[in-house]
């Protein structure tokens, strides 16, 4: 008899990838300036070193529905905590760019991984009334990973020799936590049932997460899945007209989270910051308010999530990211530096309270059970290869165009999205798997 708190312990185990997630994505922000004048990079190398991770996160995106598919949810997640581990301990031991190429690569590998697996297995053992919230832990524990890298960041800067190794190897500590702890949970009932059809473990694992429903109705779950999954041994691809509808969304949702250039401004904050006449150390102190905004409208979020919608929320997000950011452009433009921080600040607040609690949710959803790996991982790659292409072009940006052209950019961005929003995407909030897949056409 498993403990009335199983499912929230699961969530939370899963979710820590996301933890692991933000602390790699942004600790190399409190070293990309020391990493370019030590190794001496010209602006390309950089964005390549910078950006590396990045590309490795798009090959494990790409790639990563195999191991979630083949060996599991739960051996998966451990093969993730793995990779993290392996790539603090070489990041913070790389002797050259190259090596430290590589190993930044590894973590990326790992991150890409996280965001298929992690968000499917939390949507897949979730009842439906509290899935958004329980599937936003995982990017709650990306934007508290986001804070504490950057709390971190400020606290070893120029406090040691070496200290940008420091802020990188710190990473191995909450590695290892994550790796052991997934040992403790249980597989996916609806991978047991899909590809295992293993129904006797599913219906105990599904007892275990539901611990106040009664045997019939945990017979009835364990039966629908199994109708959902015996339906979809119909012959298809997974690039068909069948699955155009969730297939868009994805690609969308995903495409328009990175135009808004979330990932460069949170990979480049202290640059961008110091881009207005902040010292080196003020840009670290004003880093770690984004991070601050960040956890506290993802806590708005999530709370809002289950309650309001998702479209509701991408709304929100939508007119707070096209506020900011053409007000961001404008006090380039005009000379009002000074107000940066405080759009930026809006910017990241927009962006945790709609994009940000809702990406990863919503991908979860609107796929099939046949093909949620493969849809979480179409949605991830598209995610982290715009994540990664604007990450490697952003030092080149910043020497050719006018900050004021930039974020110009990117609020017309997200003026395209909120038409998108309005007109083309749905609602998923309250509704079972199987239910959003009758919904969508699938």
Known sequence: MKSKYFLYKSAAVAALSGFLFGFDTVVISG???????????????????????LWGTVIGALFGAIPTEHLGRKKTLILVGVLYFISAIGSALALDVYSFIVFRFIGG?????????????????????????????????IVFGILVAYISNAFLANSMVHSWRWMLGIETL??????????????????????????????????????????DTIVQMVNSVTLSANNEKVKTNFFSKRLLKPILLAFFIAFFNQLSGINAILYFAPRIFEMTGLGEQSALLQSIGIGVVNLVFTLIGLQLIDKIGRKTLLSIGCLGYVISLGTCAWAFYAGYESIVPYCIFAFIAAHAIGQGAVIWVFISEIFPNKFRDSGQAFGSFTHWFFAASLTLLFPIMVERFSPALIFGFFCAMMVLQGIWIKFYVPETKGTSLEEIDAQLGS
């Not at 990079?41 to 991770?53: E, K, Q, R």
């Not at 040992?183 to 997460?209: C, Y």
Request: charged share 15%.
């Open 174 to 215: 909450p590695a290892i936590i994550f790796l052991l702890l997934c040992f403790s949970l249980a597989e996916s009932p609806r991978w047991l049932i899909t590809r295992k059809n293993d129904t006797a473990n599913a219906k105990k694992i599904f007892s275990w997460i539901n611990p106040g429903l009664d045997n």
């Open 109 to 141: 590998l790992g991150i890409g991984i996280s965001t298929i697996v992690a968000p499917i297995y939390i949507a897949e053992i979730s009842p439906p009334d509290k899935r958004g919230r329980l599937t936003g832990l995982f990017q709650f524990n």
């Open 31 to 53: 070293a990309e300036q020391t990493i370019q004048q030590l190794w001496g990079l010209n602006s390309t190398m950089h964005g390549l070193a910078i950006s590396m991770a």
